[in-house]
Each structure stands twice: as structure tokens, then as C-alpha cells.
């Protein structure tokens, strides 16, 4: 059970208190219709009341066990003392959301944010991990500033086929190319399909789930442990359960959000995600959540710790070999994170109301090739470089560990293509003139262009060039790129092409260069050319006449500014406050 000598604050400063404890009309009302549903007095006077905001639906088999688990966190949350209430929100299953889920992240914030807001809640339990919800939710509880604990799904178990081990997203790619190439046979693929996704819970590989469920648990928003723990394994039920028993005593501590995401706390999470070779979503997400902390996060933070830090999870796709499952047995995110002792801020806060340093002192790494030591890294700079040039004035990014060193300095013609329809129509074409010298170049596929900036930032490879045997070349976009994805790929080209970035300005056959250990990206024409081109240019017509497109459009930022909601930053206007009871 929870320790209860930390608390600070008497019942009566609740939120909820404003619901049911004056005497008067409104509050009948609302403890009548608690009492409607078989509750009594004894179940909320004087007890905080625990929101669990649960992203479960039939349709996100990354959340299928979100069904029980709930149960367990309500158990708990009763334990401790707490009143819990279970609040749906949006799930963003990241397979099925079209066109994508990162259209949606903002509005699942909006939905944490809100739901907390206009409810009787002291504190919440966040119930996400799939790609999305994991900012999604942190960044509505950021702003709400309720005490907020985070619950991750927790990853799926290996995938397998045939004995071989599956890994999320990675290996479809893969098979994907070779079924194109005709290396293996239709039975194969049906096969593959069945078998790499076997369980439950989220990615198993390193892709943006688990990039974010550690750096929400390394910020100090989830138990210790807490992203590791597969999901079907009876650890992560305790872990639920324990999480609703540690939120009760967060609302009597008063362990807001603001006290555990400071500055340091942010740079934390940066340098946990280049150790872990995160994926490049994680930029977008960690600045917009940065921001609504409070705390200025930019490119250049990330760009710094990427060549201090060195990717050390060797898990795929980073890594060649190993899974989220086995990182879990090899200790997991505290093992990890003790490695990187002399690097991180260990009295950055946390929600277990100790500092980081404290909840992982005594972690170990038991098996030293899944978690290297920083002597044996598998790639000694960080996952991530952030370049920029006259193609990308505010930056773009690129994930060297996981592409060629021959492509890390490349000089090549582009092969533009206006829009992803376009391309798709045309890459396995046999007359397509492309050379794996060329660089292959994707716009009008950012914020603003995808819409919501699809993950179509890792191009296919053209099938003339796969059955040459070439499996990587350059490719460059104002896409994202799934986090399970790999290859030379230039990603969150900024400004968009959208808007009247440079990248609306290249045509195909100029020269590109990008240059990843100087940091640089140029198309090779005189600023005078760049500048008629310009002036000839003309704005796309607005995709979106009505409803929430329309808003997203009118109001969601650049890649390198985090991708929020203009209207949704912390220094937008005056606080909104409490509702009017
Ligand atoms: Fe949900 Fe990958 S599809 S985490
Ligand atoms: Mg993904």
C-alpha cells in the first residue's frame, strides 16, 4: 500500500469538493445522481475522486487489455481510498485512424484537457501507449494541471514466423520489399500477417510507442518500470493497480504535472530518447508537450544531446536484433537510464513523489548486448540529426542510425513527385528514370499538406531499383516517418511545402546535397533562381471548408514548433480556470 505521511492538503480544497459538498441546489444534484448509480456519501466525502481517462476501444488492439485493466487501476484507486471514474476518451489506433492518426493527436489533448476540466476529477490516470495517445493525453493533462500519473499499454510479445523472430512495422517493410522482389511466396506473406502481431499491447519494436512510453515514464509521469512491462505479463496488471493506489496519495501531495515536467525533466527525456534511438516522432511530440509545460524546447536541444548521447537499447530497428520484450527482461528503462547516470538531472521529480535518482538506484542491466554500455554503443552519436539549409531554413530531420553511412554525405539529382498519389502511381514503373544516385523527393505532405503529416516520409524504394538489389537511397519530405521505419530518409522539412517552403520550389532534376555530419541540406540553385521560382508559385487551394479539418488547418503549427494548436499553447491567452458550478 501507498505511504500516506506526504499529505499536504485537507479534502475540503478539492475540486470535486465544488461539486458535492455545499448545501445547496446544485450539489443535491449532483450527489442525487451519484447516488442514482447505487454510490453513497461514503463512496466520495472527503475522498479525492480519481479520473481514468482510458483510450480502450474495439477498434485499437494496442489497448484490447485496457478493458480489464481498468478494473484493476479502480481497485487500486478503492484501496487507497480514492472514488474512481472511468472516462472514455478518443483511442487513435494507429493502423486504422485515417489519414492519420497525427491529424487527431491535438484533438485527444483537447479531449484529455476538457474532460478533465468539466468533470468532478482531483487527479487522473491516463490509460494510452498506441503511437498518438501517448501525447495526446499527456499534453490535455499538462494544461488541465490536475496530478496526472501515466498507465502504458506496454508492448506486445515478439512476433514470429516460421521461428523467426517478427518485429512490428520493420520487418512488413522488409517482407513487403522482398514479396515485390519475389523472394517469398503468397503463403509466406498470409503467414507473416498471422504472425506479427501475436498479443496484445503496442509495437514492440522502437517505434513511437515505445519512444514515448519512455519518455513519458524517464519525465517522471508513470512508475518506475512502468514503459517496459510487456503487456500480457501479470506485472503490468500490478503496475495498473499500483498506479491507481499512487494517484490517491499524488491528490493529497498536490504532485501536479508542473512540478515533475521542468526544464530538466524535458532535457531528460531527450537524451533517454537518443539513447534508446527513438523515433523521429518523438521531436514533434517532446516540443509541443515542452511548450505546454512551460519550457522552451526546440530542434537544437535535440540536435545537442544527439551528439553527446549514444544509442545504447540496441533494439530494432536501431538495433538489428532484439525486442521491446527483451529489453524488458534485460532491465528495462531504469537499467537503461543508469547508464546514462552522469548525464541525466537525477533530482528531477516524479510521481512516486521521489527524485528519478532515488527510483533508480539500484537498477541493473542484466544483459549487457540489449543494453550496451556506453563504451559499446551501436551507433555512438545519437538517433537523431536535425539539418538545415536553403531547402529547410527551419529544419528537417534524420535518423542516421538507421540508414547507410554512404548516404550520411550524398550529392544526387531529384526525382519530385507532388503528392503522394502521384508517386505511388509511378514507382514500380520499369521505365521510371532513377538511378540509386538520385533523391527521390515527396512534398505537399506536411501539417498543412497531408493533411496532419501522414507517415509517408520512408518512400518506397522503386521496384526497377529493388530488383537491381539497391534497398536504401535518399529520400526527403515534409512527412513523418513511422518510428518502426528505417532508411536514408529526410523527414519534417520546414517551413512545408505546403505553405511556400523551398521544397514547393525544387524540380526534378536539380541537385541536392545533404550532409549529415555538417548538419546540412542545399538544392544547388542560386538564391536569385530560388527567388523567381518563388514568385511564380502559387498557393494550393484549402482542403477543408467545414468542420474540425477546417480548424485544424486554420490553426496547427510547423513540425520544428511542435505541431499544436496555435489557440492550445500555455501563453496563448489568460488561464482558462474552473468552471462555473
Ligand atoms: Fe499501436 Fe504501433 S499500432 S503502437
Ligand atoms: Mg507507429
Known sequence: MSQQNNRTRSAQTFRSARWFAPDDLRSFGHRSRAMQMGYSADDWKGKPVIGIINTWSDINPCHTHFKQRVDDVKRGVLQAGGFPIELPALSL????????????????????????????????????????????????????????????????????????????????????????????????????????????????????????????????????????????????????????????????????????????????????????????????????????????????????????????????????????????YAGGLPALMSRLKDHLHLDAMTVTGKTLGENIADAQVYNDDVIRPLDNPIYAEGALAVLRGNLAPDGCVIKPSAC???????????????????????????????TADHVLVLRNAGPQGGPGMPEWGMLPMPKKLLKQGVRDMLRLSDARMSGTSYGACVLHISPESYVGGPLALIKTGDMITVDVPNRTIRVEISDQEMQKRREAWTPPERRFERGYGWMFSQHIEQANEGCDFDFLRTEFGKPVGEPDI
Open 93 to 328: 489506433a494507429e493502423q486504422f485512424v485515417k489519414p492519420t492518426t497525427m491529424l487527431y493527436r491535438n484533438m485527444l489533448a483537447m479531449d484529455a484537457e476538457e474532460l478533465i476540466r468539466c468533470h468532478p476529477v482531483d487527479g487522473v490516470v491516463l490509460m494510452g501507449g498506441c503511437d498518438k495517445t501517448t501525447p495526446g493525453l499527456l499534453l490535455g493533462a499538462t494544461s488541465a494541471g490536475v496530478p496526472a500519473i501515466y498507465i502504458p499499454a506496454g508492448p506486445m510479445l515478439r512476433g514470429n514466423w516460421h521461428g523467426k523472430i517478427l518485429g512490428s512495422g520493420s520487418d512488413a517493410w522488409k517482407y513487403w520489399d522482398d514479396r515485390r522482389a519475389g523472394l517469398i511466396s503468397d503463403k509466406d506473406w498470409t503467414e507473416i500477417e498471422g504472425g506479427i502481431a501475436r498479443s496484445h499491447g503496442t509495437c514492440m519494436t522502437m517505434g513511437t510507442a515505445s519512444t514515448m512510453t519512455a519518455i513519458a515514464e524517464t519525465l517522471g509521469m508513470t512508475l518506475p518500470g512502468a514503459s517496459s512491462i510487456p503487456a500480457p505479463d501479470s506485472n503490468h496488471v500490478r503496475m495498473s493497480a499500483e498506479s491507481g493506489r499512487r494517484i490517491v496519495e499524488m491528490v493529497w501531495e498536490d504532485l501536479v504535472p508542473n512540478k515533475i515536467q521542468t526544464h530538466q525533466a524535458f532535457e531528460n527525456a531527450i537524451m533517454v530518447a537518443m539513447a534508446m534511438g527513438c523515433s523521429t516522432n518523438a521531436i514533434i511530440h517532446l516540443i509541443a508537450q515542452a511548450r505546454r509545460a512551460g519550457c522552451n524546447i526546440g530542434l537544437d536541444d535535440f540536435d545537442r544531446y544527439s551528439r553527446i548521447i549514444p544509442v545504447i537499447a540496441n533494439v530494432r530497428p536501431s538495433g538489428d536484433e532484439y525486442l521491446m520484450e527483451d529489453f524488458y
Open 404 to 434: 547507410p553511412a554512404h548516404l550520411h554525405q550524398h550529392t544526387g539529382p531529384a526525382l519530385v513527385f507532388d503528392d503522394y498519389p502521384s508517386m505511388k502511381a509511378v514507382i514500380d514503373r520499369d521505365d521510371l528514370e532513377v
